[in-house]
């Protein structure tokens, strides 16, 4: 009997031998990935167990993931598999006297929620967690640094996605929330809506015990001085948001093998007041689902949603790319098709992940293996371990 050019004498000689080397016991655990997914008809899988270790192609992730099957429902089980968090702190131009303020303010998120993950957490808790570190700091445009409406008033959507169930929770135009990232878990969880707006949103807020904080607490002066300059004649607020900091998000992988999402925005500056972006859109804002993986994306709001920018990338992940040329792609589909620029950080269920932008920046890091990594400019990845201070 053959399985996918394999034949079961191979592997029943290599089962025998494997405790003689290691080189012989690492080609035991494949042979036996094969035969156990043949039997149990995942192809993909069999495909890429058939290539040597040796020849996988290098990753910032660990290889780690078997499937089971089953007539009723599909579980992913993990083996030497590590988690991490990707997070992105929007993309655009990022001032010189604020991109150090950025950068650390990423990579603190990061640090925040793989520190989650490290204590058993789960990918959905580690991107709340990482986003909502995101919403307490005044350098990204989400929370209490976000940018104002023509009204000169704060007007926040959020989104989080578990890739489990494909379960979601948004919220759209909610004022004195400090978190909306985590009102949108609520919705999520206590709700059988996936999203709430507005003065809706405020009430369900206020019925979950979600304290509201005063308005003032949420502009900052960096804010109120971007809105001023566009109030005035000839001013254009799309052209003067292209190119500035944007929506904030986080993806992860926990160690049950399941991802997540979350992303969260003050929106765009000067928007028309009741104006809603791609931020609390299913497949737009985010997406996550455990059989392809997840992605938070940044940018012009109006262009992703045309493109549905974050169910597009994981389209070609379900295609066969990497999770850097699906985002690559996707991005370059939307600057050609209408013109939009933007950022994402993608993740798939095998802990690859990529961080891309088309913009001049995008303040990003990552954690994994107890390695932080991160960057601000193309091309730009640093690293250093957890263990140091920032």
């Not at 003689?20 to 997914?37: D, K, M, V």
């Not at 957490?121 to 580690?126: E, K, L, Q, V």
């Not at 989080?160 to 919220?171: E, N, T, Y």
């Not at 990338?313 to 050609?336: C, N, P, R, T, W």
Request: net charge positive; with cysteine; aromatic share 6%.
């Amino acid at each position: 009997m053959m399985a996918h050019g394999i034949s079961l004498a191979s592997f029943w000689s290599v089962h025998r031998e494997g405790r003689r080397t290691s080189a012989a016991g690492e080609e035991r655990q494949r042979l036996f990935y094969i035969l156990r997914f043949v039997l149990h008809g995942d192809v993909a899988l069999v495909d890429r167990y058939r290539t040597p270790r040796s020849s996988w192609r290098a990753s910032s992730c660990s290889e780690r993931t078997a499937t089971r099957s089953s007539p009723a429902r599909r579980r992913v089980e993990v083996i030497d598999m590590f988690p991490v968090v990707v997070v992105q702190g929007g993309a655009g131009h990022i001032p010189k006297e604020r991109s150090e303020n950025s950068r650390a303010g990423v990579c603190s998120a990061a640090r925040a929620g793989y520190a989650v993950l490290r204590r058993g957490g789960s990918s959905m808790d580690a991107v709340v967690e990482a986003v909502s570190q995101l919403e307490n700091n005044p350098f990204f445009n989400a929370g209490c640094g976000s940018v104002l409406n023509i009204r000169g008033e704060v007007e926040m959507d959020a989104i989080v996605m578990d890739g489990k169930r494909l379960d979601s929770g948004a919220v759209s135009a909610v004022r004195n929330i400090a978190n909306p990232i985590q009102l949108a878990r609520l919705v999520m969880d206590k709700t059988s809506h996936t999203c709430l707006t507005a003065e809706g949103a405020n009430r369900f807020a206020r019925s979950m015990g979600v304290s509201e904080v005063p308005p003032e607490s949420l502009i900052t002066d960096y804010s109120r001085m971007r809105w001023k300059e566009n109030l005035a004649p000839g001013a254009n607020p799309v052209d003067s948001q292209m190119g500035k900091m944007g929506t904030v998000g986080a993806v992860a992988v926990d160690a049950e093998g399941n991802v997540a999402c979350a992303t969260s925005t003050g929106g765009m500056l000067n928007k028309m007041e009741g104006r809603v972006g791609d931020t609390p859109c299913v497949g737009s804002g985010g997406f996550a689902d455990n059989q392809v993986g997840a992605v938070s994306t940044t940018g012009h709001g109006e262009s992703i949603m045309k493109v549905t920018l974050a169910r597009l990338i994981l389209f070609h992940v379900e295609q066969g790319q990497s999770v850097e040329a699906a985002s690559d792609l996707g991005l370059a589909y939307m600057k050609s098709r209408v013109g939009g620029l933007g950022g994402v950080v993608t993740v798939d269920p095998q802990g690859h992940w990529a961080t891309r932008f088309s913009t001049r920046q995008m303040a990003w890091a990552a954690a994994q293996k107890d390695t932080l990594h991160y960057g601000l400019y193309t091309g730009e990845h640093l690293t250093q371990s957890l263990g140091d201070p920032l």
